[in-house]
């Protein structure tokens, strides 16, 4: 057999034309992979062919808990289920949905046993943005689990590609768990070139049609192999807990495939508030945890008289990490978060602390495997100290699912991320703001984030965000929105005390000239604060 396992070629038909694709680089020896190689075989079979079968795989907070071999059971079956019952074929785009537990992880499995391609949405998505997904990865089948189904069910109508949706978490006789328990529990997976695409995942984008970023099994393999390997270095003894959606692709990795590459084990949750974070450590003593910088910080407030001591290594990504939030953490359980920059192009972290390596304040240094430099508007690689344009490549990349803004995230080889960053004379990558958010005013550049730093230091704050907000004479002014901690009361003198502090701590033409209370921040399901919703609350 030579070529793709696909049947259906729509991903690779809709591949970014390939002088728009970045440069992939192997550069460690493990990065070498046969032509062949399916991602469920390589995580699953791999952890029993080396003897881990009989090992916790995945748990879930209500005490269920599969060895690999039995995962293995289950999504074999449910692979059967997907091919005899449902007609799914190499390639189809399955959509898969529901909140992270351990069914949700046995049905991306499944997907990636039969060679189809899991299209995962997250939890709170809503019947308009569903039928945006389904529409462009014209998916043919869903998996849904029965609690989400009502926002799915609003969204067929518009959905003409979706022709079958099975539920699951449910007892019902044409639910997945009833048909499968029918099916053998064995399953021949298909052999996919190891550069056919698995996934699809969609950006959490705050403006315009949201992305579609695809992934081979290669990707999935590659991202096991480099910054968990190099920089988290857990072992199969760890288990791995945390907040982001396995339909984010923050989650997906830190919560189920890094774990399974090592033998290790996940605990699954499926509403994980920072308040319910702290019970999980407290009862269930997981040992790596990846969440937010928000629930980080939430956490720490409210972890006086917590058991966290099961805890060994904390991750932390999606926004930048907060100095102050990295000391209150470090303080409540002797822990330096590991703070890494990813995305959901690149499919997971490039730039990284160690653990044993900290710059409060800095993201990190570049992965093994991944190079990172930041490059001028034209491209050319500026000297430590510049802010410019953080560019990336690494054995993963982006491509684009039949979208023109490749060329906006791909250029001359490099990822560009969107990110203004500066290297320090260390090496070490600091991260500024978003390109599309650095403040101007009165002709100097802001940067919010370091701005929402200096506020995060001061002992009133709990959480604030910082943006630009139209003023008459200086154009954009910093404004800054503030949530206070309880017992701390707003008002004017509240006001200067903070503008007072931020003059104190960084340079004065920085600090917030405006300064509102809130009761809360807007932020994405992935805990991101939503700028251009704080922007929209400045300009009203
Ligand atoms: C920002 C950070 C500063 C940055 C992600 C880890 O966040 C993830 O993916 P998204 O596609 O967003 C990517 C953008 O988020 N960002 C993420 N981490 C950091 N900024 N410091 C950080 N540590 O703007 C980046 O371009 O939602 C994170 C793993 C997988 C992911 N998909």
């Not at 006086?304 to 930048?320: F, Q, T, Y």
């Not at 990822?415 to 600091?430: I, P």
């Amino acid at each position: 057999m030579t070529g793709t396992a696909h049947v259906d070629t729509f991903a690779r038909d809709r591949q970014p034309p390939r002088d728009q694709w970045p440069e992939l680089v192997f550069d460690l020896p493990e990065l070498r992979y046969p032509e062949r190689m399916n991602c469920a075989s390589e995580l699953l079979g791999g952890a029993i062919a080396r003897g881990q079968g009989d090992r916790v795989a995945i748990r879930s907070t209500d005490g269920l808990s599969w060895t690999y071999r039995e995962l293995e059971a289950r999504a074999n079956r449910i692979a059967q289920l997907l091919v005899d019952d449902l007609g799914v074929v190499p390639g189809n785009r399955v959509l898969l949905r529901g909140p992270n537990s351990p069914m949700m992880a046995a049905c991306w499995f499944a997907i990636m046993k039969a060679g189809a391609i899991a299209v995962a949405t997250m939890p709170l998505l809503r019947a308009k943005e569903l039928t945006d997904i389904v529409t462009k990865a014209e998916a043919s089948h869903a998996l849904c689990d029965s609690r989400l189904a009502e926002e799915l069910d609003l969204a067929r109508p518009a959905c003409p590609t979706l022709e079958r949706v099975a539920l699951f978490e449910t007892d019902a006789a044409d639910g997945v768990e009833a048909r499968s328990a029918a099916k053998p529990s064995t399953f021949a997976d298909v052999a996919t070139l190891a550069t056919d695409t698995a996934l699809i995942a969609f950006t959490s984008g705050t403006t315009g049609k949201p992305k579609g970023t695809m992934h081979s099994h290669r990707d999935v393999i590659a991202a096991c192999d480099c910054w968990p390997k190099h920089t988290l270095k857990a072992t199969p003894d760890d288990v791995f807990t945390g907040s982001p959606p396995l339909a984010f692709t923050f989650g997906l990795g830190g919560l189920l495939v890094f774990p399974l590459r090592i033998g290790a084990s996940t605990l699954l949750v499926e509403r994980p508030s920072p308040e319910a974070l702290l019970d999980v450590v407290e009862k269930h003593r997981p040992t790596v945890l990846f969440t937010a910088p928000t629930s980080y910080r939430a956490m720490a407030l409210a972890s006086a008289g917590r058991d966290l001591a099961s805890l060994r290594k904390c991750v932390s990504a999606g926004e930048a990490l907060p100095a102050a939030t990295r000391k209150l953490w470090k303080d409540a359980t002797g822990i330096d978060i590991i703070d890494g920059i990813g995305s959901t192009e690149m499919f997971h972290i490039f730039i990284s602390h160690g653990d044993d390596d900290v710059r409060p304040g800095a993201t990190g240094k570049p992965v093994p495997g991944y190079r990172a430099c930041v490059l001028d508007e034209h491209g050319r690689p500026l000297p430590r100290g510049q802010v410019g344009r953080l560019a990336v490549k690494g054995p993963t990349g982006c491509r684009y699912l039949d979208d023109p803004r490749q060329a906006n995230y791909v250029q001359g080889g490099w990822n560009l991320t969107g990110d203004a960053y500066l290297v320090d004379d260390d090496g070490w990558f600091v991260y500024q703001a978003r390109t599309d958010d650095m403040i101007v005013s009165a002709g100097y550049n802001i940067a919010g984030p370091e701005v929402e730093a200096s506020l995060m230091q001061h002992a009133a704050v709990a959480d604030c965000g910082v943006v630009a907000a139209p003023d008459e004479e200086r154009g954009m002014i910093v404004k800054a929105f503030v949530v206070l901690k309880p017992g701390h009361l707003p008002g004017e003198a509240m006001k200067r005390a903070l503008q007072d502090h931020v003059k104190a701590s960084i340079a004065p033409y920085k600090y917030p000239r405006a300064i509102e209370f809130v009761e809360s921040l807007p932020r994405t399901e992935t805990g991101k604060l939503q700028r251009f919703r704080l922007r929209q609350m400045a300009s009203a």
